[in-house]
């Protein structure tokens, strides 16, 4: 079997833990099975202007049209991205900046299928794709391009012709299928896969240890995040569920929150305004090998987010034994399914700080959490995206006869 992978969702060498998900995904696909494959991840076009204004957009002049990670071929073509407007074109402007590349590799790599991330507007750009070649094409449903995109009303249109036109849909939780479902998607055309863990990676190790190695005081009781400084992660939320605590005469615990953003600064301003400097720590971006030494040392995980798909952070944090309290929306109560695992709560700092206190009141059984968080190694998921794609080649090669 030949795969084209095809997403925007893709880890490169400027931006290395940029969805690694979706490559943990297909590199377990291509080291378990018969295939082979190749990645298109388009990368938005953007002439290299000088000036501190454009620093956002200058890392993809950096991004080389092609290359290697972890032994798969990744090719990089660009597309127009016309910030903050036009984006009921991007899924055509896409198609058409990838069309000369696909073009190329289909000549020496002629693929089976196209196994493309992201509804909207990747999603749109691979059925395209997969008209213009005849070839199958099954999309997988991610997080914000269904929970999300939908609402817009110049998107909606161009997302139900994308499911109504794929040969296939993987969701990563059932909440996302129920959504697909409502925008009038056949329920036989949607399977839910769950994203997976590398259990060689995110595996327990003693928390003394872990602290030894993160130079952490052994004494502490420590609260971990993981995810962009962005409002829909909820920090902000978080650090005035802190102070509540504070306040309470009950912070006796140290909060370590890892990840880049935008609201980076507001979030150091309101630590600092509150004087909770020794409280709250904004580490930055760490690198993903790193991820386990923290998850280890914590005593606490703590997601925040308004919308979620399947929140790769609380499956990680379960594999090492770290029990996580997180708001209840889409993906993760299906992860945090007993109470044995985590604590759901609402999405306000009262029930934030209720939750935290409550987490670190219980005693929980991590060995019980490991065995959950370990349950699901990629080769699981691997072996059911795989069987997918061997489905609908089928059915395509029936239909390519009649």
């Known amino acids: ?27 377990a696909v291509h080291r378990n099975f018969d295939v082979n494959l190749r990645v298109v991840a388009p990368v938005p076009y953007f002439p290299n202007i000088p000036g501190h204004f454009f620093n956002k957009w ?24 016309t910030p903050k407007v036009g ?26 299928i196209i196994d493309a991330h992201y509804i909207y507007p990747d999603g749109l750009a691979a059925v395209l794709l997969g008209r213009f070649y005849k070839k199958p094409v099954v999309l997988s449903a991610r997080g914000t391009d269904i929970n999300l995109f939908p609402q817009f009303n110049t998107i909606r249109p161009l997302i139900r012709w994308t499911l109504k036109k794929t040969d296939h849909v993987i969701a990563v939780c059932e909440s996302l299928k129920e959504i697909m479902v409502n925008l009038g998607t056949s329920q036989n055309k949607v399977s839910v896969i769950p994203n997976g863990i590398d259990p060689d990676i ?18 502490e009781k420590i609260l971990i995040s993981v995810g962009a400084l962005i409002e829909r992660k909820g920090i902000h939320i978080l650090i ?18 890892i990840g880049k953003g935008e609201q980076r600064d507001n979030l150091q ?12 720590k904004l580490l930055g971006e760490v690198k993903n090998s790193d991820l386990p030494h923290w998850y280890n040392a914590a005593d606490l995980f703590f997601l925040g987010s308004s919308r979620e798909g399947w929140p790769n952070v609380v499956s990680e944090s379960l594999a090492c034994g770290t029990p996580v309290i997180a708001t209840n929306v889409n993906g993760t109560p299906e992860i945090l399914c007993s109470e044995e695992y ?23 059984d991590r060995e019980k959490i490991i065995e959950y968080g370990q349950s699901r190694p990629w080769s699981v998921v691997a072996k059911e995206v795989f069987t997918v794609f061997q489905r609908i080649l089928a059915i395509h090669a029936i239909s390519c006869t009649l």
């Open 202 to 219: 995110f595996k327990p190790i003693a928390q003394q240890d872990a602290r030894i190695k993160l130079g952490l005081s052994q004494k």
């Open 1 to 27: 079997m030949n795969i084209l992978t095809f997403s925007t969702l893709f880890p490169n060498c400027k931006q290395p833990n940029n969805a690694v998900f979706v490559k943990h995904r297909m590199a």
């Open 269 to 280: 301003k309101t630590i600092d305004l509150h004087s909770l400097q020794d409280k709250i």
């Open 240 to 257: 005035d569920s802190l102070k509540e605590i504070k306040n309470q005469g009950k912070l006796t615990f140290i909060t370590y929150i």
């Open 342 to 364: 985590g604590i759901l709560v609402n999405r306000d700092a009262q029930s934030f700080a209720g939750g935290i206190l409550a987490g670190f009141n219980k005693t929980w």
């Open 87 to 112: 984006m009921a074109l991007y899924g055509y402007f896409m198609f058409l900046g990838a069309l000369n590349q696909v073009a190329r590799i289909h000549k020496a790599f002629p693929f089976d």
């Open 58 to 81: 200058k890392i993809y002049t950096e991004i080389p049209l092609k290359e290697n990670i972890d032994g798969i071929d990744v090719y990089h073509p660009r597309y127009i991205v």
